[in-house]
């Protein structure tokens, strides 16, 4: 789109009808047209995101859908949002902001804005805080740096103009930026000759095993996970606990195209039961490089190019979370997990990982990965403000 700090007013409405409902979704295309960093999300997927009936967000919050139009033509959308049970219970009464785009212009970004601030007030909710497209997980943030090359499965990607006018605006960080850092598999690199003297050290303890994840046993696996994202994360500052039917959903996708070889748990022997599990480190095809391909499945010959891209062998192995509770921190037991990943990805031929996203407030992680010679390819900000 073309700068356009002028004109007529910008007017903005809520989306009522069908129509409308598919120029909010669309509109993203107005904007990164011609971009070739831009991985088109999966239409299918944003509208049941976006539908009450159907969308998970919908079960414990509300939320609200807005276009800016200016001439007669949109120029903007924002959805408006609050997740009342995470407000209940953290004491918060925090709205979200997400499906964030605009043209150009920073008269319509603040028209948006000042929307879902108004929505917010009616509400009782007193500050804001995205952008999240009703997912904390999914493409949330705007970018700060990283053009090189495209996200990685589940980061976004926004125009430099996005990152200035919220600056402009003033915006505070909601939090330490999130960051995501890519790991050669090809070249030599000591950093990973040492990461592996070090993990064989630990195997010789022999206090810790790694396994594969059980997709037999999917639901347990499961729980699993969702037991150690809240004992893993819970030192962070903007923490909130993780609901079980929303980490449920969230991974349901990736149980048809996931390796199981590369889903893995790390056990301390000297424990028995559900404590047993300690860590868990999940590498996820990086399906970004099919998705760059297929449009966002808008016409339905893009499910052909979406299948014949699929076929291919991704160079990326996406990383998406290390979970190792404090207690573990030190014990080698994050080691042992990262060697393995390493090991099993190169053998399936993959070039490099992206460890995505993590936050700045977690140390330990970005220490870890410069440790094995990763170097920071993206970095993402969450914003807050009063209404």
């Known amino acids: 789109m073309t700068p356009n700090d002028s004109g007529s007013a910008v007017t903005v409405l809520p989306v009522r009808t069908r129509k409308e409902r598919r120029i909010f979704l669309t509109f993203p295309w107005r904007i990164f047209k011609g971009d070739p960093l831009w991985v088109p999300p999966l239409l299918p997927d944003l509208a049941e995101r976006i539908d009450p009936a159907r969308g998970v967000f919908f079960q414990r919050g509300t939320a609200d859908f807005f276009i800016a139009w200016q001439g007669g033509r949109p120029v903007g959308t924002i959805c408006a949002a609050e997740d009342r049970e995470a407000n209940a219970a953290c004491g918060t009464r925090e709205a979200l902001f997400g499906f964030f785009h605009f043209i150009e212009s920073y008269p319509v970004m603040e028209a948006l804005l000042a929307q879902a601030r108004a929505w917010a007030r009616a509400r009782g909710l007193v500050t804001m805080s995205g952008p999240f497209n009703l997912d904390y997980e999914d493409s949330y943030g705007i ?5 090189g090359r495209p996200p990685a499965l589940l980061c976004g990607h926004t125009p430099p103009y996005y990152y200035d006018f919220a600056e402009r605006y003033g915006f505070r960080p909601a939090r330490g930026d999130n960051l995501a850092f890519a790991l050669d598999l ?5 950093a990973l000759d040492d990461l592996a003297r070090m993990a064989e050290r630990v195997r010789a303890r022999g206090r810790f095993i790694v396994r594969s994840a059980d997709l037999a046993h999917w639901e347990d696996e499961l729980e699993r996970i969702l037991v150690l994202m809240n004992a893993s994360l819970a030192h962070l500052p903007d923490f ?7 980490v449920f959903h969230s991974l349901a996708p990736f149980r048809k195209i996931v390796d ?30 099919a998705f760059l391909h297929a449009n966002g499945l808008r016409r339905p010959w893009d499910y052909i190019r979406l299948w014949l891209h699929m076929r291919r062998q991704p160079e990326c192995l996406a990383v998406k979370s290390v979970l190792v509770p404090p207690e573990y921190w030190g014990s080698g037991a994050a080691i042992l997990l990262f060697d393995e990943m390493v090991r099993r990805a190169r053998a399936r031929g993959y070039r490099w990982l992206d460890a995505s996203l993590t936050s700045a407030d977690n140390p330990r992680t970005p220490q870890l990965a410069a440790r094995f010679g990763a170097k920071e390819y993206k970095r993402y900000r969450v914003y807050r403000i009063d209404v």
């Open 143 to 147: 970018l700060v740096a990283g053009r």
């Open 186 to 190: 090809t070249a030599p690199n000591p």
């Open 240 to 246: 909130r606990p993780w609901r079980r039917e929303v």
């Open 260 to 289: 199981p070889s590369l889903i893995l748990f790390a056990e301390d022997t000297h424990r028995q039961g559900p404590e047993r599990c300690v860590g868990w480190l999940p590498g996820i095809p990086n399906l970004n490089e």
